[in-house]
């Protein structure tokens, strides 16, 4: 199995290296606003996208990954919201196992009807512990997981979580407080998780400014993820960059 992207995760945690990640949706993006969005995220050095989402209607999905693939080498990992989410021309997949939530459909049920086909798609395969946090919306996941995500305040919970799905043998922890969170995860939180876990820490929804995504860095966050503030603003990919990647360098010193 390929363990390339996994590995340079585990790389970049060890030296201490922040990863920016931009998420993005399918269904959000044309052609051009693609194109423009790749040659803006090779200027600003973003390292990985994410491709996917909750709710995917259309069948752009394997388009969107070829046209990423042919302008640019950023790695490209799908974030698939269910098992058709597949597309063969994608560096790596999330395989999410929603944690979080009690629903076993989203545990372990979808994946074994999935685990035939991914198999067969060569990516390269990365077991993440998928946490949905409470970001003061209702969520697309949530609704559709018919899970209730973890409260905002109760960090315990949520490093426990993380230390279950570490301990059944997820390679990558991620958070995420939704698509259009109002409130994003707390720095107490990701410190929490971050300081009883040795798997990269991924953290989403909610990160509207480069600050935040900072403090969350020093909070003990490996890879930030951003998809909504890009959509309405694409200049905030330079800020939150620069914000990300700063962050490496001052833990450094």
Same mark, same amino acid.
């Given at each position: ?40 995220? &090779? ?54 196992? &929603? ?63 993380? &230390? ?90």
């Amino acid at each position: 199995m390929k363990m390339n992207i996994y590995n340079s995760l585990l790389e970049k945690k060890r030296n201490a290296q922040k990863s920016f990640v931009v998420l993005i949706d399918p269904d959000g993006v044309t052609a051009s606003s693609l194109e423009k969005l790749i040659q803006l995220s &090779l200027k600003t050095k973003v390292d990985y996208f994410f491709v996917g989402g909750s709710l995917v209607i259309s069948n752009h999905l394997d388009e969107v990954v070829q046209q990423i693939k042919a302008s640019c080498d950023i790695p490209v990992i799908l974030f698939p919201g269910s098992p058709s989410q597949v597309s063969k021309y994608a560096d790596a997949l999330l395989y999410l196992s &929603l944690i979080s939530g009690r629903n076993p459909e989203l545990l372990i049920g979808q994946h074994v009807v999935s685990a035939p086909f991914v198999k067969k798609s060569g990516l390269e395969i990365m077991p993440t512990g998928y946490i949905v946090v409470d970001g003061g919306a209702p969520t697309t996941v949530s609704y559709i997981s018919n899970a209730s995500p973890i409260p905002a305040d109760k960090n315990e919970i949520a490093m426990c979580t993380a &230390l279950a799905g570490e301990m059944l043998g997820m390679k990558l922890i991620y958070m995420d407080a939704g698509s259009g969170a109002k409130t994003p995860i707390t720095e107490s939180m990701i410190q929490s998780v971050a300081q009883n876990v040795e798997a990269p820490l991924i953290i989403g929804g909610g990160i509207t400014d480069p600050e935040k995504a900072y403090l969350n860095c020093k909070a003990g966050a490996d890879v930030i993820v951003i998809g909504n503030a890009i959509e309405k603003d694409p200049s905030l990919i330079l800020e939150m960059s620069q914000a990300i990647h700063t962050s490496s360098a001052k833990v450094n010193i």
